[in-house]
């Protein structure tokens, strides 16, 4: 304390001699004087109060000191600046950067002459066609209403297309949440589209944009997801192959080394040509084509618009695809492992499918056609023409496909092939069978144009030439299909004809039990005794000759008794009848009183606890959805139709709740980790309706008393009238209702038989059944789709999955049954995917 006070008074001294030097100059500034004079008696009064601060005054005193100070003010700025900063960043820009909306688009610059150069983005060439192109895109949606969303457009890629520039281009857009419909994909589209409308004076597609000549029918735009333009935009992980000589294969092999990475691999080729890929292999696991795939795009951006082709399984058997231009995409999604892909690709030229052919007088002399660039599958573009001619005017020409049906087009596309045939017009498609298509014709002329939007499986058709006023030989009969069955063989019970017309509008056949005539087959070991003497269900694992109305065992050889599978006897010689059959078999855990609170749906009640172990509720995205059945610990069967769009295809949305009675108290929830759908499933007749899903996790073998597999019927199971009957889901009550019950349903339903069926509604395939009442007080609805129609063998055997829930005309409408998916036409085809 002495040396501060020593300080000040060295201090106030200072202001003594200051005050002489002002006291000489009183004369001429008063004022100073006066002041010099107010500061010494201000120190003296200094000297004699102040004392040395304590504590926080002392602290608060050294702060004050103004050095300290301005180091203080500026660490309190920095602080304030960081934390702003920070803020800023969580709440406004990491939250726009979040809020990123991308978009891959493309369109073709027409009547401008594509230059080698613009295959390197690095030319100058590029550079600054590019350039021009982006200014123009960029000034489209700068004057647009969603001017202040938008942030860049990227021309990505300029590739030859007939005769100009096809630009592929990225945009990006940055969108605060409330604001994310303005940008939605069919607005961004028609910003572009109506850009260019503007300027079109003519009926021509080409109109100007700002001096650029665009094609508006080329004009697509695709949402994409961020990773999708993170992976083509900067990315290392983007390789470009190129095929400069036609027909000279370009290898291309992907390893295990480039797992966990997604990876674009750009192939193109010399203008004017097309490109052909060849799979030879690829191993991976199967997947839901979100962790392991191959998706091929007739683009050099991945666009959902232009995809040709995806793989999500492994492939042993070669196979290839054709592009419809001179370039392609390949997206590699692999997850680590060992995993590959082996194949190649080569530049071809564009075939030009068009033939003369002349058929011989003897209709057993056949040639063959094919589908374009056969055996590869066919690309969404291209066409075929074939004209015929027959040695005279009494012979038209036949075509045999295999798996493969021509009908008239109804109000619906032709999604699987355009036909005009004689200027009639039919659709094609994808069936299980082999049909015959007759043309009534001397020299017909069939035209066949692509109608699919990405690569379907080829198609091959034999020709010959038939009599015109007699189709087939007198002594068969001709099939809706346009096949020739016996007429022997006519209602015998069995699908000759591969569409059941040989089996409708039959009248049921006698009871021949002691006559010298063979029992009819519909009697023969059905597991009833139709004949009082018993000889309907005599030497029933007799070997015989195979069909489809009797039992083959795994050793190849069949029997004449039908329902051999697990109905507790050993049937067959290697004892296969009664393997894998822990199925059916129901543990009721608890009793529902169905008298209090029973909720009747299209005549349905209450289930039990444990009496439908194997049904199970599919919701998407959370909402009860679809119903499923339980095959195995890790697979379920439903409906094709519940999977049927875009979005309802992706398993990420699915989850299955198994073990449950009432909605919300599932033992078990497992989400989907894939999707299978049958290849030949039709979204406007539900034929081939049926689907498999595989859970990402299999159910614990401790919940089987609630949790079980249902039988899956061979393809000889016969339902008579001793089965019962159930359809069960938690579907709407009826038709008209707006409120799923919570507790599982259950109605009791009778099979009709397929000729009723058509009555009902016309055409049905033999790939469905109905089942209902006359009355139509019981039947499922909407939200009971995929859900089984469980049948139990009489005595109380098992319950077996006899049909799925497919379609029908309203719900519980009389003489308008439910129309089922018939499991036991796909039995084969379900062992192939879960086995």
């Known amino acids: 304390m002495g040396a501060e006070h020593e300080e000040n008074e060295q201090n106030c001294g200072d202001d003594n001699a200051s005050q002489q030097d002002a006291a000489s100059i009183a004369d001429v500034s008063v004022e100073v004087a006066t002041v010099d004079h107010t500061l010494q008696k201000l120190c003296r009064k200094y000297r004699k109060t102040r004392r040395k601060p304590k504590g926080l005054n002392r602290l608060w005193a050294y702060l004050l000191n103004v050095p300290h100070l301005a180091v203080i003010v500026t660490a309190v700025v920095f602080v304030v600046v960081v934390i702003v900063w920070s803020l800023l960043w969580v709440y406004i820009f990491r939250r726009e950067s979040n809020n990123g909306v991308y978009f891959a688009g493309m369109f073709r610059v027409a009547n401008v002459e594509f230059i080698p150069e613009y295959r390197q983005a690095e030319s100058q060439e590029f550079v600054s066609m590019a350039s021009k192109i982006q200014h123009v895109v960029s000034n489209v949606y700068k004057m647009s209403s969603v001017a202040r969303l938008y942030k860049q457009a990227v021309i990505s890629d300029l590739s030859n297309n007939k005769g100009g520039v096809l630009v592929h281009f990225w945009m990006v857009f940055v969108v605060p949440q409330l604001k994310s419909p303005a940008v939605c994909e069919e607005c961004i589209g028609a910003i572009f589209r109506d850009s260019v409308h503007i300027s079109m004076m003519n009926r021509s597609s080409v109109g100007y944009l700002l001096g650029l000549p665009v094609d508006i029918d080329s004009i697509l735009i695709n949402a994409v997801q961020r990773s999708d333009y993170s992976s083509g935009a900067g990315s290392q992980c983007v390789e470009n192959l190129y095929a400069n000589l036609p027909g000279a294969s370009v290898p291309l092999n992907v390893f295990s080394s480039w797992g966990g ?30 962790s392991d795939a191959l ?5 050099l951006l991945p666009m959902r618009g232009r995809i040709l082709h995806r793989l999500c399984e492994p492939v042993s058997s070669s196979f290839s695809l054709v592009s419809t231009s001179n ?4 997206s590699f999604r692999m ?17 030009v499918c068009m033939s003369q052919i002349e058929t011989q007088l003897d209709p057993d002399i056949t040639g063959q056609i094919y589908s374009p660039f056969h055996p590869s599958l066919m690309p969404p573009q291209c066409s075929c023409t074939w004209s015929f001619e027959t040695p005279n005017s009494a012979l038209g020409v036949a075509l045999q496909f295999q798996n493969y049906v021509l009908k008239p087009k109804d109000m619906n596309g032709c ?5 005009k045939v004689n200027e009639i ?3 094609g498609s994808y069936v299980g069978h082999n049909t015959v298509f007759r043309i009534a014709d001397q020299s017909p002329k069939v035209e066949f144009r692509c109608s699919s939007r990405n690569s379907v499986q080829p198609f091959q058709a034999s020709y010959s030439s038939y009599n015109i006023s007699q189709p087939c030989p007198e002594s068969h009969f001709l099939c809706s299909t346009g096949l020739c069955v016996e007429k022997s063989r006519r209602c015998d019970g069995l699908d000759d004809c591969q569409d059941e017309s040989d089996e409708v509008f039959c009248s049921r056949p006698t009871k021949n039990c002691g006559g010298n005539s063979p029992l009819h087959p519909l009697f023969v070991c059905n597991g009833e005794t139709d004949c009082t003497n018993g000889i309907d269900e005599l030497n029933c694992t007799q070997e015989t000759t195979c069909s489809a109305i009797r039992y083959q065992c795994n050793s190849g050889s069949c029997i004449l008794k039908k329902n051999a599978k697990c109905d507790g006897v050993h049937d067959c010689q290697d004892r296969s009848d009664e393997a894998d059959c822990a199925c059916g078999r129901p543990s009721l855990v608890r009793k529902v009183d169905s008298s209090t609170g029973a909720v009747r749906i299209v005549g349905g009640v209450n289930s039990a606890e444990g009496e439908w172990p194997w049904q199970v509720s599919l919701l998407f995205s959370g909402m009860v959805y679809c119903g499923a059945s339980v095959l195995t610990s890790d697979w379920l069967i439903s409906a094709a139709h519940c999977f049927s769009k875009e979005r309802l295809s992706d398993p990420r949305y699915w989850s299955a709740h198994l073990g449950m009675l009432t909605q919300g108290s599932a033992k078990h929830v497992a989400d989907i980790q894939r999707i299978v759908v049958h290849e030949y499933y039709n979204m406007h007749t539900f034929d081939y309706d049926i689907a498999l899903l595989q859970l990402k996790r299999p159910w614990p073998p401790s919940l089987s008393p609630l949790i079980q597999p249902v039988c899956l019927p061979p393809a000889s199971h016969t339902v008579t009238d001793s089965h019962r009957c159930w359809v069960t889901g938690w579907g709407y009550r009826s038709e008209d209702d707006k409120v799923l019950p919570s507790v599982l349903q259950k109605a009791e339903v009778s099979l009709l038989s397929q000729t009723e069926c058509k009555k009902s509604y016309g055409p049905v395939s033999p790939r469905m059944l109905c089942a209902g009442v006359p009355s139509g007080e019981r039947d499922a609805c909407r939200g009971d789709s995929g859900g089984p129609l469980s049948c139990q063998a009489p005595g ?25 998916t018939r499991v036991n036409k796909f039995t084969s085809w379900i062992y192939s995917h879960i086995s």
């Open 327 to 330: 370039f392609m995409l390949l």
């Open 295 to 299: 998706t091929v795009y007739d683009a």
């Open 415 to 419: 999604d699987q092939g355009w036909w």
């Open 425 to 427: 017009i039919f659709c």
């Open 796 to 820: 109380g055997g098992r319950w077996f999955l006899i049909g799925i829930v497919s379609w029908g005309t309203g719900c519980g409408r009389p003489n308008l049954p439910g129309v089922y």
């Open 261 to 290: 990475v997604s990876c674009l691999v750009k192939l193109t080729a010399v203008p004017g040509s097309l490109i052909r890929l060849t799979v030879t292999s690829f191993l991976i696991e199967p997947s839901d084509c979100v």
């Open 335 to 351: 997850t680590n492992g060992n995993k590959s892909f082996r194949g190649h690709f080569e530049a071809i030229a564009e075939e």
